[in-house]
DNA sequence: CTTCCTGCAAAGTCTTTGCAGCACC
DNA sequence: GGTGCTGCAAAGACTTTGCAGGAAG
């Protein structure tokens, strides 16, 4: 499903549940839509208003809040500079940040399900999701400086 | 290695690095080391104060930051009212995080080895450490509430 | 028209910082 | 005694909230 595809899908969910649809609204969920990068929420922000400067960060972070519950974004990283979101991929996956540039990537071809539900049935939790982060130092950042 | 043992060893690295040894900071060494339950900042300063009442929480967060930088601690999740912390288990591991009741619990018996060294194969980035944390409902919650 | 949404500004949380005086070494 | 530490209070970063006016349906 493409970006512009999942945006009438979401759009379409929304109005279902008496939400409306702003241009605003919109503008913000194509931002978070298309981001490849796991932007903070002042990212999108900036970004929205290159488009569309009639913006506030408030109607931002409602709008996180929204796409959240809907699950649409997860919430990846709550350390420097403010939590950063993945509406990309909105699953949970393995994010790899970079200490030294901050960058963060995902994870690809590795199955976490396992070690997760290995987890699961030693502790008698019901998981619903999952975090996995790994930090380090990208590959760009080495060649950079040893 | 018990508490109070760790408690001299940290005490002594510190001496060594220009440092001092303070009734608050060890007061606060102590109960960050023998914390099994994953405690706030806050947290820790309350039970600080039952012991030893003359302690601000600045002290406290200033304290935090010179173990996480010894590595004697290490953060984790840093979700619902403030980071909570680790110096019972330093090296990085799974957390099981109820989010019914907030309780963390750690996730023993699983080797997360095995994956992390999996993505850091595939991304040619350096890892140092990691975060696992799973979200769930612990059994305790699933009990009393279906 | 009604209800939800926006933008502003204020408030809230958690954490950090500047600084004067005190206490460890 | 010198330097690092403490506690206070203020500042800071990020996020949430209250509210009045405006806009979607």
Redesign the interface.
């Known amino acids: 499903m493409d970006t512009e595809e999942r945006l009438r899908d979401i759009l379409q969910r929304l109005q279902k549940d008496g939400h409306r649809m702003t241009p605003q609204r919109v503008a913000i969920l194509r931002a978070f839509l298309s981001a490849q990068d796991h932007p903070t929420v002042e990212q999108v922000y900036r970004r929205v208003c290159r488009d569309f400067p009639m913006t506030s960060l408030a109607t931002v972070y409602k709008t996180v809040a929204l796409l959240k519950e809907m699950g649409e974004v997860i919430e990846i990283?709550?350390?420097l500079q403010g939590s950063r979101y993945d509406a990309f991929h909105p699953e949970p996956h393995?994010h790899?940040i970079?200490?030294r540039c901050g960058q963060i990537?995902d994870?690809?071809?590795?199955d976490?399900q396992p070690?997760?539900a290995?987890?699961?049935a030693?502790?008698?939790?019901?998981?619903?999701?999952?975090?996995?982060?790994?930090?380090?130092?990208?590959?760009a950042c080495?060649a950079q400086s040893g």
Not at 123 to 134: E, H
Request: charged letters at 10%; a negative charge; proline letters at 3%.
């Open positions: 990283s709550g350390d393995p790899l970079c200490t990537y994870g690809e071809g590795v976490v070690v997760v290995a987890l699961q030693q502790s008698a939790f019901q998981v619903s999701t999952y975090r996995l982060d790994l930090y380090g130092v990208c590959a080495q």
